[in-house]
């Protein structure tokens, strides 16, 4: 399919547009979605940081409050007379346990038996097991999460040492923080409605989420060793736990790494994401919060729309005005193409008329210089070929004439030769003479004659070069008769 | 065959004619010389039209024939 110029150059310019719009429109999608990732992943990363700040200040306090108890002379003198509920002591711990925020504080002897406790299902109890116990015992403060073998609850154990006056440990003091006193510290204000949060132990076991269900599962697999040290410790008895698709966080907080980014596919809600994850300021926790890439996809998105639309708008306004432009610039050059076929079908010393003031005004001039010149020389070989034609005419009309003349003037010689040849020879001298001029004509004739009539004759090169040997040849022979018929004449001549 | 090449067979047919008479003149010689030498001389010339006559008849084929 032919197209025309302007069509070209329209659809040129199009494609162009096109192409190079759609290069800029994905490569600002590619920078921006980026940049905006990056900036939305610093932005998750300190909102992590900032929401572990007020659990580590109730948890730090709670630490103070633990100690602070340990140091009153009841507790100190206590184990020296240990008896089960100590009223002193007792009371003693229900001061601390402001705002109901402890589901028990109690203390344990030194085999693990709980002597006194604000909980008093807690009496008689031995949590020897527990490693908050085992720490404490070892002059350890220790911060612990676990559910409760007693009161089947979460909660936060912060066990301090008990030493007597000699400096001793004579038992451990525990606080049981509730679990929602922390969980209500998690703030989810600065995610949006797809973003999640899970608070974690250092076994990456899920202890809070506003995903319910998530709840005592792992973040990833728990190697058996792992697994049974946590049955073993009764962390979460009679709980399930599953593994979640989060190991790559796992794998952060067992290399333990404070705090960090990740960007993850998962595979369960088949998304892809982002979490940030930090620590509990130095306590065994971890605060996780996820988003979804999608919702900071669609700002790069819009950006991008924006500028595929605005490419497309170009695109569309640049073939109009192209339209517009090459429409007028190509006018001049219709003109010329139809000035070249006027020429070309014979039509010579017509005119183009272009005022533009550039190359294509001086093209017309230079085309209307050579159109004159075209007239002239056309003119000129016409008046030589008229002029040639009549020479040849007249030239032919000669020799024609000519010819006759000589063929009427062969038949009178030979006629009179026959007559002479009878009546009035005088001997061989004359009758060799005859023979003599009859070579000498044919020789004449054919150099003269016969030669320029092939040369002059519409036959083919070929058989012009053919006849033309062969007429050399008869020329070549009839000059040595001529030779030998003036030997004879003379010789006659010469005995007469 | 164009006009020019007729034209062009007519003269050689002339030729042909002047060939001829020239091969009959040299043959009323033959018919009386009596000098050997001369006899061969005018029998070769003689001969030599002959052959002029069959060149003749050669060209004129050459000029009528199509290719």
Known sequence: MKLKLASKIILATVLTIFALGSLATMTVFYYVHKSVLDVERENLLVLAKNSTLEIVRVLTDTKSVAETIVRQPEIKKYFDEPSVQDVDVLKLLYRYDINDR????????????????TDPSFVGQNYSFREYFRNALAGNETVEVAVGVTSNELGYYIAVPVRNNNGDISGVLVL????????????????????????????????????????????GSLDPLERKEIEKLKKYPNRNIIALDY????????????????????????????????????????LIFEEENKNFSLSAFRISFILGLFVFISAILAAIIIVITARRFLRPMN???????????GNVGKKIDIKTGDELEELS????????????AKEN???????????????????????????????????????????TLKGWTDR????????????RDLESVYVYKIEASSLSNEKKVKIKKLLDRLIRESKKHNEIFKKLVKKHASQR | ??????????????????????????????????DEKEIVQIRKIRDDEEKHMKIVEQIIEIISSKS
Not at chain 1, 263 to 285: M, T, W
Not at chain 1, 391 to 416: A, Q, T
């Open chain 1, 102 to 117: 402890f589901s028990s504080i109690y203390v344990i002897s030194r085999s693990g038996e709980t002597l006194i406790s």
């Open chain 1, 176 to 219: 049981k923080l509730k679990a929602e006193i922390i969980n209500s510290l998690v703030n989810v204000s600065g995610l949006s409605n797809s973003g999640h949060v899970m608070l974690v132990d250092d076994h990456g076991i899920v202890t809070y989420s506003d995903k319910s269900e998530r709840t005592y599962k792992s973040l």
């Open chain 1, 247 to 286: 190991g790559f966080v796992l794998e952060k907080i067992r290399e333990k790494k404070k705090a960090g980014v990740l960007d993850i596919y998962d595979k369960i809600d088949s998304n892809q994401e982002i979490l940030a994850y930090s620590q509990v300021g130095d306590y065994p926790f971890y």
């Open chain 1, 335 to 345: 003109k010329i193409l139809k000035f070249l076929r006027d020429i070309s079908s």
């Open chain 1, 365 to 376: 001039d230079v085309f209307n210089e050579m159109s004159d010149k075209i007239k002239e």
């Open chain 1, 381 to 423: 070989i016409e008046k030589k070929v008229e002029q040639r034609t009549k020479e040849l005419e007249k030239f032919n009309n000669l020799m024609v004439g000519r010819e006759l003349r000589m063929i009427e003037l062969k038949e009178e010689i030979n006629d009179l030769k026959k007559k002479m040849e009878k009546k």
């Open chain 1, 432 to 443: 060799f003479g005859t023979g003599l001029n009859y070579e000498e004509e044919v020789i």
């Open chain 2, 1 to 34: 065959m164009q006009a020019s090449d007729k034209q062009l067979i007519k003269y050689f047919r002339e030729l042909y004619n002047i060939e001829k008479g020239a091969r009959d003149l040299y043959n009323d010689f033959l018919a009386e010389l009596r």
